[in-house]
T-cell receptor, first 117, second 112 residues
Framework: GAVVSQHPSRVICKSGTSVKIECRSL??????MFWYRQFPKQSLMLMAT?????????EQGVEKDKFLINHASLTLSTLTVTSAHPEDSSFYIC?????????????FGQGTRLTVV | DAKTTQPTSMDCAEGRAANLPCNHS???????VYWYRQIHSQGPQYIIH???NNETNEMASLIITEDRKSSTLILPHATLRDTAVYYC?????????????FGQGTELSVKP
């Protein structure tokens, strides 16, 4: 199956700093990538839709100035958590859909565990 | 996309079949049923999807009722590694480029 890789898998940062998470589709071109956040014991919550070459679309309640998304190529999207605070500590997961696929199937990265101290 | 309802948790004995139900009574004609699972602290993994016919692959079987209002995911011989949260998601195939809205899922515990 298709491979989506996230980096880093774990990160600890100080409150007030920014953290960048990368999501790469390794063996296919991804028209669209999605970013999710998951708190302990909860389901995945969609944060935003990232389209190559255009602005991301954010879900209601997600601050676009705090969670910066860049999708500069068909294989890479980045999520930057700016001015991180302890409440931003969470499991962040990306997914990518294959360009040109007849049936769109989402492939997920392994997730990034962010801890803000 | 139609809403789905799943039991919060289920147990299954190792080696036995695990049958995970999903209710999607408001499903419309152009919506597929997708199943994903998430093993603890990992990203979700695609299992199977179907429209109206039963489907089988190397991981599981998907049984969709004739009226399409419910479905069952079957893991024929559950192993300890199948312990995970299983998500049933209904989505129109050509809508929104693969966006998936996750419900709470079913936490399956496979016990020795």
């Amino acid at each position: 199956g298709a491979v989506v890789s996230q980096h880093p898998s774990r990160v600890i940062c100080k409150s007030g700093t920014s953290v960048k998470i990368e999501c790469r589709s390794l063996d296919f071109q991804a028209t669209t990538m999605f970013w999710y956040r998951q708190f302990p014991k909860q389901s995945l919550m969609l944060m935003a839709t990232s389209n190559e070459g255009s602005k991301a679309t954010y879900e209601q309640g997600v601050e676009k100035d705090k969670f910066l998304i860049n999708h500069a190529s068909l294989t890479l999207s980045t999520l930057t958590v700016t001015s991180a605070h302890p409440e931003d500590s969470s499991f962040y997961i990306c997914s990518a859909t294959r360009q040109g696929a007849r049936i769109t199937e989402a492939f997920f990265g392994q997730g990034t565990r962010l801890t803000v101290v | 996309d139609a809403k789905t309802t799943q039991p919060t948790s289920m147990d299954c004995a190792e080696g036995r079949a695990a049958n995970l139900p999903c209710n999607h009574s408001t499903i419309s004609g152009n919506e597929y049923v997708y199943w994903y699972r998430q093993i603890h602290s990992q990203g979700p993994q695609y299992i199977i999807h179907g429209l109206k016919n039963n489907e089988t692959n190397e991981m599981a079987s998907l049984i969709i009722t004739e009226d399409r209002k419910s479905s069952t995911l079957i893991l024929p011989h559950a192993t300890l590694r199948d312990t995970a949260v299983y998500y049933c998601i209904v989505r129109a195939v050509y809508n929104q480029g693969g966006k998936l809205i996750f419900g709470q899922g079913t936490e399956l515990s496979v016990k020795p």
